[in-house]
């Protein structure tokens, strides 16, 4: 590595298709960096002693580092080298899916990268994501089979990010796997929770398809416990693997909330693929088009929810926040390594600045009642005011002030205020306990109270970060697998 290059050489961002451009499609909005950008790019890595960017852990309430532990040091000197195979395979050693993490991850590895104390964090998302990509376009993504079988059978349910990589690497392990979905396509949030223009689906389906020709069997519209019950497949198989998800949104429980035109961000965002997915289907089952959009909840969901409604033509676009504007650099209660609780311009913000002229966010805002038009649709909300305080204690809250009331015009109202945990038709379908709306596991295991009934994912943690989904399937594989060699 060049010593000095993290000072020397500025940070280059990936290269992003025009906001008015890439509104005209669903394709993906990022570009890769050319070969000779992302040498230079790499050799801003400092080749730390304590690589920081590794570290993978939750501090002050938010991810630090890479859960999955990637060899980030490792492969951008394989990549300033030009030795772009070797760094391939220094990447999928921790990580069964980079295409997806370098394309939907918030790269907690980058707020914690030390370069970013004297200048400005490494590339590191960009650079994961060319590594993968050239990869599979050179061809070294290769089918890997297994050089024998157990002869256990493993069933994972659930195919998102953690029963993905549950079941590749239980699959590995030589275990005859059956992944099943209760959706129509593999790939849980990873189809159908992030559009198309952060992931296109014909990258999840290329993965899919190379585990299946690794002997992956998997099993769509199928809904463990009306469909197949627990018993029946705890029967069948010598283990099982929960990989449900957190998908029980949160809800509000206010005045006009029956009414029509109020969903819940993710049944949206689902609704969308489809149709895009579909090429029989003349409209999507929501759609924004010539609406005025509201979106409750300042988050990526959220914004994935404003890009979306700006490529189906909305005639306005609204997205309230429960805090304020983040500062433009870190505070003192903020330091490095946490990850940067900065204000950001996200494409989706970026897109809706270009149509209409401004930023959509609006800050302190709290919803009230929604306002039905006498038939039965909303037409608009009604919202007062968040004002910060300090407590007794000396800490920062928020209370509302309802003498800053305001009313919103809106015929799609859009709810992303976060997930509460897993669906309740997960604990009373498949006989598992209920640990604070996730599923209970033994203490620091993966194993439930059922004998060979593990869980894994947001449906054991909470929801959380692609890269934390992977890494409870990889580690949740090596529990299962340990209980069934124990069972030879």
Known sequence: MVKTAFIDIKRTEPKEAHPRERLKNWNEYQQNLSDSDLKSQSSRCMDCGIPFCQIGMDLNRATTGCPLYNLIPEWNELVYQGKWYEAYQRLAKTNNFPEFTGRACPAPCEGSCTAGLVSSPVAIKSIEQAIIDKAFDKGWVNVRTPKKRTGFRVAVVG??????????????????????????????????????????????????????????????????????????????????????????????????????????????LTASTKHLLNPESTHPEISAKGKKVIVIGGGDTGADCVAT???????????????????????????????????????????????????PREYHVSTKRFIGDGGGQVKALETVAFESYFDEKGNKQLRENHEEKQTWAADLVLIAAGF????????????????????????????????????????RKGQSLIVWAIQEGRKAAEEVDAYLSRKV
């Open 159 to 268: 195919s998102g990010p953690a029963g993905l990589a549950g079941a590749d690497q239980l699959n590995q392990a030589g275990h005859d796997v059956t992944v099943y979905e209760r959706e129509d396509r593999i790939g849980g949030l990873l189809m159908y929770g992030i559009p198309n223009m952060k992931i296109d689906k014909q990258v999840v389906g290329r993965r899919v398809e190379l585990l299946k020709k690794e002997g992956i069997a998997f099993i769509t519209n199928t809904n463990i416990g009306k469909d197949i019950t627990m018993a029946e497949l705890r029967k069948q198989y010598d283990a099982v693997l929960l990989c449900t998800g957190a998908a029980k949104h949160r809800e509000l429980l206010i005045e006009g909330r029956e009414l029509k035109g109020i969903y819940p961000a993710m049944t949206y």
């Open 309 to 359: 409604a700006l490529r189906q033509g909305c005639q306005s676009v609204v997205q309230f926040g429960k805090h304020g504007r983040l500062p433009n650099e870190r505070t003192a209660d903020n330091p490095w390594p946490e990850y940067p609780q900065v204000f950001k311009m996200e494409y989706a913000y970026k897109e809706a600045a270009a149509v209409f002229g401004k930023d």
């Open 420 to 459: 509460e945990g897993a669906e309740d038709d997960v604990f009373e379908n498949l006989n598992v306990e209920n640990n604070n709306q996730c599923i209970k596991t033994k203490k620091n295991r993966f194993e439930t109270a059922l004998q060979g009934v593990f869980a894994a994912g947001d449906a």
